[in-house]
């Protein structure tokens, strides 16, 4: 879900800078300088994560995993986002330069959203609960950020309607697949080192 | 997976020469002003450019098409899928299938446009090392705790890129082969989850150790670069462009 440099509108790219800016600048004075190496720590075992591919029938799709970035890094999960979009860019030239601004909104808000959505299990702090926490996260950060890119489609160009609606639809196997992928990992940690999730 | 990088950093080139800094602030320029063309006369033009950077910077052709081999597929699904469903005039219709005239034509657009973009972002990131393009970056005053996160994000990929080679052979060596969909989330996810456990067990004996050493939230990197007369030129020349070409599509019709 990358959009490359050229897509878009010049207009878009600057409002995706403006947006990105403001929300590093807010979610950065959260994070103290000494936590620094560890959200970094993090943020390359995602890098590596998401050069995982997984098989489905004849195509494989790589993992985006921002849900599971916001469940574990909280506010810090933005800043991370967008530097992994930033090496990517810069090391396999995927994504774009101008883009990195909307590519950051677009992977990165719905982070955030699964960040506070999964703060609900201090609500109900059963097993079950959390599980089905991680899950919908995992899930609907993709969702996200499927809607997130098509409303930036039409917001360029009215005639992407379509294309985004198409691009939408097309996400949902991905969607279930984070989700799954999301449910696994933080049963996985539940079992192995429940601290971490706390 | 292994990663290349600055495969072709070290050529002798103007492109190369030109003082990091002031290459990323005029070609991240001249990309924004890439972005803002939508006059189908200006599209050649813009390929012009691009080509003739490529050019000066000396990387070789074969090697810049093979990159772009993975990004032209998509371009052609979006402009396809655009000259169908735009609306508007129809130029051709067959049966159920019909293209747009509009459609068609922002399809162009867009397709020139982000071929040119991505030429010059591939000239950016091949005529330097990475590392030096992140100093610049961290030379042109953005905040610390970003660049102190890209470069300690960078160091540790290398390590996790490592641990995920060997925990990929350990799985063959159990039998491991990606079968059934379910067990491969399974797996992967297993992965991940040990990776992360990892690392987060690291990160706490790293952030003692630095702490230390002195570490306190500031990597005082001593940047060397001198700007000399000719990188000066050069961006001014790109500035000039950006211009023209802005100024001709706003004043045309």
């Known amino acids: 879900m990358h959009i490359s440099d050229g897509v878009l509108n010049g207009n878009i790219y600057i409002t995706g800078y403006a947006i990105t800016s403001l929300i590093t600048a807010y979610t950065l004075k959260k994070v103290s300088e000494e936590d620094i190496p560890k959200i970094s720590v993090v943020t390359s075992v995602f890098f590596v994560a998401s050069l995982i591919h997984i098989k489905i029938g004849p195509t494989s799709v790589h993992l985006v995993l921002n849900g599971l970035v916001g469940i574990l890094l909280g506010m810090a999960a933005f800043p991370s986002i967008l530097i992994g979009l930033l090496l990517q860019a810069f090391i396999f030239g995927h994504g774009g330069i101008t883009s990195l601004g909307v590519n950051a909104v677009i992977m990165g808000v719905p982070a955030l959203i699964a960040h506070a959505l999964f703060e609900l299990r201090k609500l109900n702090p059963k097993k079950s609960f959390v599980l089905f926490l991680a899950f919908f996260c995992g899930g609907i950060s993709i969702f996200f950020s499927s809607v997130l890119l098509s409303v930036f489609l039409i917001l360029s160009e009215k005639e992407f309607e379509t294309v985004a609606k198409i691009a939408v639809v097309s996400n949902i196997p991905i969607m279930i697949i984070e989700a799954i992928i999301c449910l696994f990992v933080v049963k996985f940690l539940l079992r192995v080192k429940p601290q971490l999730l706390e | ?253």
């Open chain 2, 1 to 253: 997976m292994h990663i290349e990088l600055d495969k072709y950093a070290h050529i002798n080139s103007h492109v190369h020469h030109w003082d990091t800094r002031f290459k990323i602030v005029s070609l991240v320029g001249l990309i924004v002003g890439f972005s803002f063309i939508n006059k189908i006369v200006l599209l050649p033009f813009i390929l012009i450019i691009s080509f003739l950077l490529v050019y000066f910077s000396r990387l070789p052709a074969r090697y810049l098409m093979k990159r772009l081999e993975y990004i032209i597929p998509f371009l052609f699904l979006a402009v396809f899928l655009l000259s169908i469903t735009s609306g508007g005039e129809i130029l051709y219709s067959f049966k159920i299938l019909k293209v747009y005239k509009e459609g068609l034509i922002i399809g162009s657009v867009i397709f020139i446009r982000s071929i040119a973009s991505i030429l010059i972002f591939f000239v950016l990131l091949e005529t330097s090392p990475f590392l030096q393009t992140m100093k610049a970056l961290q030379a042109l005053k953005i905040p610390s705790k970003l660049t102190g996160l890209v470069f300690f994000t960078y160091r540790y990929i290398y390590v996790y890129l490592e641990e995920l080679r060997k925990m990929k052979i350990a799985l063959r060596l159990r039998g491991y082969n990606n079968n059934s969909v379910l067990h491969s989330l399974r797996t992967n996810s297993a992965i991940i989850g040990s990776l992360l456990l990892r690392s987060l067990e690291q990160a706490e004996r790293i952030c003692t150790a630095m702490v230390l050493r002195g570490y306190s939230g500031n990597v005082q990197e001593s940047s060397r670069f001198s700007a000399r007369a000719s990188d000066y030129v050069k961006s001014l020349i790109t500035l000039v462009i950006i211009l023209v070409i802005i100024i001709i599509q706003k004043t045309m019709p």
